[in-house]
């Protein structure tokens, strides 16, 4: 456990005995304990923790991926590092963790959720698609601040930013930028109100959180998704994997039933006893955190996924 | 009741005869023989699988025993099966090995090769504790899945 309110309250040290401590010591004693004792809740007010909002940013850090991402074979939890391979070069995930300077300790919320949101940094630059704004652009404002107050809760590495190995023409944010304004548009999650709150809850999951849509779907030369392709599958994944259509036709996953689709989202066995393997794997790692709730939406939400017919093949 | 007998006595003979029709074409019994192989495969690694994703509990002295089967496999010289032009193209519903596997080889081969590697750093690792066995049982996932990924028909 990172962090925890219980964690910081254990903090109270007591040496010696009232009998052995002359008064002075012991007022000073006393008192020590006292502010130690009164930390917890002053820093809670102050940053505005509370364990309800820790729990929800812990869930969200773990649902959406953000662990694999940013965390390194060998390195530290969140400290960046991950090489991701792409058509366009490698990208290197940023430090993460509550570092001031290497990481986003000094980021504020509304920076998380402008990254989110925008893709765009504090600092006003452009991010590449390779951080899937394009899909965390539906997390609620709420959800990115519990994931700041979570991620600024856990320790920090001071492991520094390593620079992407990208295509030539691709350099300069300028690329970025001119990315985003052909291809992005920031957005709010809305419910649809012609689907119930099971469907909409499960939306919400795959659509932002889970941001299955960044790997299932297609993408077109310049790397954005295709949007009339949603969920059918690609041959050229990442890390050069073949990624399954997942929508409701034959060729995707129309012929599995909900038990199946528990146990895949909880073990990532296959229907036929096999199991998931390649970048899928460390995705059920964080998926498998779901709560029962979230998983039966999400398994409902995607049993309605309108069918593709597609083959996926190299 | 005549032509009754007639058609039972048709069809005892068309399901006589169907199997006997297959076991002629020698490339089936080849077709069976590496899915039988395969098979195995997935038997000694489905319960790895299963321990590393929590879905039974990690038992050292079984790991280590299936990892060793998947050792021995190794052992093997099975390449006889792999014959070409047993490919799902030829036996459609009998497999899902596309011709490419044919056509760019040794590139499969590479992927052999992986495999191997993956399996005996498992052999030696599967027996010394569950995160032991974790990150090499994933790498023995991996190497499965490329060679997936590039020469099986998907479904």
Same mark, same amino acid.
């Given at each position: ?6 964690? /910081?309250?254990?903090t ?28 917890p ?21 773990k ?6 991402c ?16 792409t058509?366009?070069? +490698? ?12 990481? #986003? ?25 390779a951080f899937?704004?394009?899909s ?13 107050a ?15 190995? /990208? ?13 985003k ?35 299932? +779907? ?27 259509? #997942? ?13 199946? /689709?528990?146990?895949? /989202? ?5 229907p ?7 970048s ?10 779901l ?7 999400? #398994? ?15 | 009741?005549?032509? =009754? $007998? ?9 399901s ?15 077709l069976?023989?590496?899915?039988? @192989?395969?098979q195995?495969?997935?038997y ?12 039974? @509990?990690y ?16 052992? =093997?010289?099975?390449?006889?099966t ?31 090769? &992986? ?5 005996? @750093? ?7 504790? =569950?995160?032991? =066995?974790?990150?090499?049982? $994933? ?5 499965? &899945? ?10």
């Open positions: 456990m990172p962090y925890s309110n219980q964690s /910081l309250r254990q109270s040290p007591t040496n010696g005995s009232r009998e052995d401590n002359p008064r002075p010591l012991r007022c000073l004693l006393t008192a020590l304990c006292a502010l130690v004792m009164a930390l809740a002053a820093a809670a007010a102050q940053t505005g923790l509370d364990s309800d909002l820790l729990a929800r940013g812990e869930y969200i850090l649902v959406s991926g953000c662990i694999h940013h965390t390194a074979d060998d390195g530290e939890q969140l400290a960046g590092g991950r090489a991701l391979e058509p366009f070069g +490698t990208f290197y995930s940023p430090n993460i963790t509550a570092h001031k300077t290497a990481g #986003i300790g000094a980021w504020s919320a509304e920076d998380l959720q402008r990254a989110l949101h925008q893709g765009v940094s504090p600092d006003g630059d452009d991010y590449y698609p899937p704004y394009t965390y652009t539906l997390i609620r404002a709420d959800d990115a601040r519990a994931l700041h979570y991620i600024l809760s856990l320790p920090a590495s001071d492991r520094p930013n390593r620079e992407h190995e /990208l295509a030539w023409f691709l350099g300069s944010r300028i690329a970025a930028t001119a990315w304004w052909l291809f992005f548009n920031p957005g709010d999650f809305q419910p649809s109100p012609a689907k119930d709150a099971q469907w909409n809850r499960g939306a919400y999951i795959a659509e932002a959180m889970g941001h299955c849509a960044e790997c299932h +779907t297609p993408r077109n030369l310049f790397g954005a998704l295709q949007s009339d392709r949603a969920y059918a599958g690609n041959a050229e994944g990442p890390e050069g994997e073949l990624v399954p259509n #997942i929508t409701s036709h034959d060729t995707g996953i129309g012929d599995w039933d909900r038990e199946e /689709l528990q146990e895949f /989202l909880k073990f990532g066995e296959l036929d006893g096999e199991y998931t393997a390649g899928m794997e460390p995705v059920i790692e964080g998926i498998r955190h709560t029962p709730q979230d998983r039966d939406a999400l #398994i409902t939400y995607l049993r309605e996924l309108p069918p593709i017919d597609n083959r996926v093949r190299k | 009741m005549k032509n =009754l $007998s007639k058609i039972c006595l048709l069809l005892i003979g068309v006589l005869l169907t199997p006997g029709l297959a076991a002629k074409d020698p490339n089936l019994k080849l069976k023989a590496r899915q039988g @192989e395969m195995l495969r997935a000694n690694v489905g319960p790895l699988f299963g321990m590393a994703k929590g879905k039974m @509990e038992d050292a002295a079984l790991a280590s025993k299936l990892a060793n089967n998947l050792k021995t496999q190794l052992s =093997l010289d099975i390449g006889g792999w014959k070409q032009g047993t490919d799902v193209d030829a036996y459609p519903g009998k497999t899902t090995a596309l011709g490419k596997i044919w056509s760019t080889y040794p590139e499969i081969s590479n992927y052999g090769k &992986k495999y191997a590697n993956a399996v005996n @750093e498992l052999a030696d690792a599967a027996g010394n504790g =569950l995160d032991a =066995l974790k990150p090499k049982i $994933s790498a023995v996932g991996k190497t499965c &899945k490329g060679c997936h990924d590039e020469f099986r028909e998907q479904k």
